[in-house]
T-cell receptor, first 114, second 111 residues
Framework: KAGVTQTPRYLIKTRGQQVTLSCSPI?????VSWYQQTPGQGLQFLFE???????NKGNFPGRFSGRQFSNSRSEMNVSTLELGDSALYLC?????????????FGSGTQLSVL | EDKVVQSPLSLVVHEGDTVTLNCSYE??????LLWYKQEKKAPTFLFML????IEKKSGRLSSILDKKELFSILNITATQTGDSAIYLC???????????FGKGTLLTVNP
């Protein structure tokens, strides 16, 4: 069974640009979550989607948005990039039921904002 | 403010040593405590604990939760160089679907 796939693996952008990251969950998983990881703040929750609906959102500004498609694939978008957005963005999938806490993570997208 | 604190922040041991990693949390309406291992980029699931006092075990790794004192420990016996990683703990609460992570413990196992 293929794992969680995130693309691209690396991205370099400049301030003010926008970026879209993609995540394909494990087959059969209906829940997709996004996390931001930085050395100072650790792993922080961005949002979680289940059956194309956002069920939870973290404490991030509105520049961070996401969506989920009918095949459970998900994208997240960051508009008007700031230097502080440089981070590893991790996507995780789960079945979405009572085992929703058991997240399976992708290898992430390393975003650098210059 | 709800939070989770891991200690120590980093640890260096020799192969064969036993290590204990700590995770304390403060949250209302606690649901579960999870441990993950992050070697390069993708954290991998180790344990999920919901009941106090029941040890979960997988090979040389084991974990236990104390819901009264609000902490969990992760034990690794007979450490190997392949155990070198960041160990993350996280909790869930209420009926929501997010994990709140600690900053992690960086474990280095030297040969």
């Amino acid at each position: 069974k293929a794992g969680v796939t995130q693309t691209p693996r690396y991205l370099i952008k400049t301030r003010g640009q926008q970026v879209t990251l993609s995540c394909s969950p494990i087959s059969g998983h209906r829940s997709v979550s996004w996390y931001q990881q930085t050395p100072g703040q650790g792993l922080q929750f961005l949002f979680e989607y289940f059956s194309e609906t956002q069920r939870n959102k973290g404490n991030f500004p509105g520049r961070f948005s996401g969506r989920q498609f009918s095949n459970s694939r998900s994208e997240m978008n960051v508009s008007t990039l700031e230097l502080g957005d440089s981070a590893l963005y991790l996507c995780a999938s789960s079945l979405g039921g009572i085992d929703n806490e058991k997240l399976f993570f992708g290898s992430g997208t390393q975003l650098s904002v210059l | 403010e709800d939070k989770v604190v891991q200690s120590p922040l980093s640890l260096v041991v020799h192969e064969g040593d036993t290590v204990t990693l700590n995770c304390s949390y403060e949250v209302t309406n606690f649901r579960s405590l999870l441990w993950y291992k992050q070697e390069k980029k993708a954290p991998t699931f180790l344990f999920m604990l919901t009941s106090s006092g029941i040890e979960k075990k997988s090979g040389r790794l084991s974990s236990i939760l104390d819901k009264k004192e609000l902490f969990s420990i992760l034990n690794i016996t007979a450490t190997q160089t392949g155990d070198s990683a960041i160990y993350l703990c996280a909790y869930t609460w209420g009926s929501n679907y997010k994990l709140t992570f600690g900053k992690g413990t960086l474990l280095t196992v030297n040969p």
